[in-house]
């Protein structure tokens, strides 16, 4: 059962511009939502992460905004880089059970120059 | 620098044969170690947990006489494709979380075709 609902599974933006990728969850056991970014045959890097009790994380470009009743989240990217081509997947974390994570489907973000 | 190394990044091998995947913490120790397999185009699907000095957890539909799972150390796990065949054909993906920075980091994957 896919616990973790991803949209777009792609995006298009020009540079500069802002990109939003948003994302559901079913697990209410989530303890950790983290963001991850993976290029081309590489493994995912961490991106940015928030929990449960905090409604918004900003670092740098990238902030996640973070609704605990509505069961959703979302990543936003400010002045979108094509850099940032790559794909991005949203997890929930179970913490307090080894840290096991359940991705969401991810979104392919191509940033056109 | 990775602190998660990952090898080989690319093997292939003949149907029947087995292949070895090595995943390594390298700045911490990792009791835990998480195998992922991911499909081109496709989301990161967890296979199982490995576990250091115990059995590890597989996922439902993994079959784990398989995919074998050896975590003999706090910084090494590895992951042994038995008889391989072509549908394994695939990138396989380790990770360990590093708790003192709270931050789980994933190695650079392995290719894995299988002729």
């Known amino acids: 059962q896919q616990q973790v609902k991803q949209s777009p599974q792609s995006l298009i933006v020009q540079k500069g511009g802002i990109s939003i990728i948003n994302c559901a969850y079913e697990n209410t056991a989530f303890d950790y939502f983290p963001w991850y970014q993976q290029f081309p045959g590489k493994g995912p890097a961490l991106l940015i992460a928030i929990r449960p009790d905090v409604s918004e994380k900003k670092e740098g470009r990238f902030t996640i905004s973070f609704n605990k009743s509505a069961k959703q989240f979302s990543l936003h990217i400010m002045d979108s880089q094509p850099g940032d081509s790559a794909t991005y997947f949203c997890?929930?974390?179970?913490?307090?059970?080894?840290?096991?994570?359940?991705f969401g489907e991810g979104t392919q973000l191509t940033v056109n120059p | 620098g990775a602190v998660v190394s990952q090898h080989p990044s690319w093997v292939i091998c003949k149907s029947g044969t087995s292949v070895k995947i090595e995943c390594r913490s390298l700045d911490f120790q990792a009791t835990t170690m998480f195998w992922y397999r991911q499909f081109p185009k496709q989301s990161l699907m967890l296979m199982a947990t490995?576990?250091?000095?115990?059995?590890?957890?597989?996922e439902q539909g993994v079959e784990k006489d398989k995919f074998l799972i050896n975590h003999a150390s706090l910084t090494l796990s590895t992951l042994t494709v038995t008889s391989a065949h072509p549908e394994d054909s695939s990138f396989y993906i380790c990770s360990a979380r590093d708790y003192s920075k709270n931050i789980q980091y994933f190695g650079a994957g392995t290719r894995l075709s299988v002729l």
């Open positions: 490995s576990n250091e000095g115990s059995k590890a957890t597989y």
């Open positions: 997890a929930g974390e179970l913490e307090t059970s080894g840290s096991r994570l359940t």
